[in-house]
């Protein structure tokens, strides 16, 4: 079956660095994407990546490995506005998301 | 820009009561699904529609039926609703169905009692 897996949730200080792993088994891949979700509202896009590697976007970082089916986000100085559910979903080889359950991010002054 | 809206933004339904859930987007965008999430799960795709006219089963189609009759609108119906329906309802869309980029609309809590 297809399976992603991401920590339930996680707690970081204000001003320090978070690293929210994804591992994933899916059938075929076209593509693994982060999304941001506060509570109550709905997910936005953060990030995609489709080749091994490091894309960065401002204090946002994803990473891939895909031989080791394998992501991770980095949350540089963190904010309290950053205190969310951060979801991870790859894109199957039937261009279907298959979505992880989200991992909470508790930020603490 | 209003992107996608959906209604009702929260409802409770009896069981056995039939329920339509509206969906509509502004962007032209080819591909719209219908997502529900529940605690401790990831979002499940209950339909999908690649484009207007032509709709797809997901993972948890059962009790639910879409139709697309135009770009812009998706709606959800629930022929006869039962307790385990309760949940928080997403409608999203993409430009293609092979963008994983997709947007999404603020949700409907539905509960059914």
């Known amino acids: 079956g297809q399976n992603i897996d991401q920590p339930t949730e996680m707690t970081a200080t204000e001003g320090a660095i978070v690293q929210i792993n994804c591992t994933y088994q899916t059938s075929g891949f076209n593509g693994l994407f982060w999304y941001q979700q506060h509570a109550g509202e709905a997910p936005t896009f953060l990030s995609y990546n489709v080749l091994d590697g490091l894309e960065e976007k401002g204090r946002f970082s994803s990473f891939l490995s895909r031989s080791k089916g394998y992501s991770y986000l980095l949350l540089k100085e963190l904010q309290m506005k950053d205190s969310a559910s951060y979801l991870c979903?790859?894109?199957?080889?039937?261009?279907?998301?298959?979505w992880g359950a989200g991992t909470k991010l508790i930020i603490k002054p | 820009t209003a992107g996608i809206t959906q209604a009702p933004t929260s409802q409770i339904l009896a069981a056995g009561r039939s329920m339509t859930l509206r969906c509509t987007q502004d962007m032209r965008h080819n591909a719209m699904y219908w997502y529900r999430q529940d605690l401790g799960l990831g979002l499940r795709l209950i339909h999908y529609?690649?484009?207007?006219?032509?709709?797809g089963k997901g993972e948890v189609p059962d009790g639910y039926s879409v139709s697309r009759a135009n770009t812009d609108d998706f709606p959800l119906t629930l022929a006869s609703a039962v307790p385990s329906q309760t949940s928080v309802y997403f409608c999203?869309?993409?430009?293609?169905?092979?963008?994983?980029?997709?947007?999404f609309g603020e949700g409907s809590r539905l509960t059914v009692l």
């Open positions: 999203a869309s993409s430009a293609g169905q092979t963008t994983g980029e997709l947007f």
């Open positions: 529609s690649n484009t207007a006219g032509t709709t």
């Open positions: 979903a790859v894109m199957d080889s039937n261009y279907q998301l298959i």
